[in-house]
């Protein structure tokens, strides 16, 4: 009796020392439910995050629209092939030039997620692509009435501002 309380007091402190992961096998003590229900919420939170950020990865406008934007700005275009020879080059991948020709970027957007996605975030960045207010909307009766205050903030001028005319000398 006096062995048997010895070795079971042995074994809990020996699966004590075990890191989680290798307490799921061998023993038999945990029942897997039990052991399927610890191991996932340690994980739900990193896995709820990973769906959202997977989920966000998905969000891009089409090419068309993409490609509506950056046709009319050659600086963006060229900032979007920066981008895409960033990313390339992030994932190991070395671009030829004509990886980066204005074809081979049109169809890399119109078959790639990622790209439009990578474009997507570009163009947000410079003010294209935006959600615009509704002007009938509650919210931008808001934005103007703020816009008035800020502009009564500055003060009406009392006396206009006259430049005067340089003196010849």
Same mark, same amino acid.
């Given at each position: ?13 020996? &699966?004590?020392?075990?890191? /989680? ?8 003590e945990?029942?897997?439910?039990? #052991? ?6 340690a994980?739900?939170? *990193? @896995?709820?995050?990973?769906?959202? #950020?997977?989920?966000?990865? *998905?969000v891009?406008? %089409?090419?068309? !629209? ?5 046709? @009319?700005?050659?600086? =963006? ?10 990313? #390339? ?5 070395? =671009? ?11 169809? @890399?957007? *119109? ?6 996605? =990578?474009? %997507?975030?570009?163009? !947000?960045? +410079?003010? +294209? ?5 509704? /002007? ?11 816009? *008035?205050?800020?502009?009564? =903030? ?12 340089? &003196?010849? @000398?």
């Amino acid at each position: 009796m006096l062995l048997c309380l010895a070795m079971f007091v042995s074994l809990g402190a020996a &699966r004590g020392q075990q890191s /989680p992961g290798e307490q799921g096998g061998g023993g038999g003590e945990q029942t897997p439910g039990a #052991a399927a229900g610890q191991k996932s919420a340690a994980r739900e939170p *990193r @896995r709820g995050e990973g769906i959202v #950020a997977d989920n966000l990865d *998905r969000v891009a406008a %089409t090419a068309e !629209q993409i490609l509506e934007v950056v046709n @009319r700005d050659a600086g =963006l275009m060229v900032e979007l092939k920066r981008a895409i020879a960033q990313d #390339a080059g992030e994932s190991g991948q070395i =671009l030829e030039e004509s990886d980066l020709s204005e074809s081979a970027v049109t169809e @890399r957007l *119109r078959e790639d997620l990622r790209t439009r996605v =990578l474009a %997507t975030r570009l163009l !947000q960045r +410079y003010g +294209y692509l935006l959600p615009k207010v509704n /002007p009938d909307s509650e919210l931008a009766a808001e934005h103007n009435l703020r816009m *008035r205050a800020r502009s009564n =903030l500055n003060g009406p001028r009392s006396h206009p501002i006259r430049i005067m005319p340089r &003196r010849k @000398r």
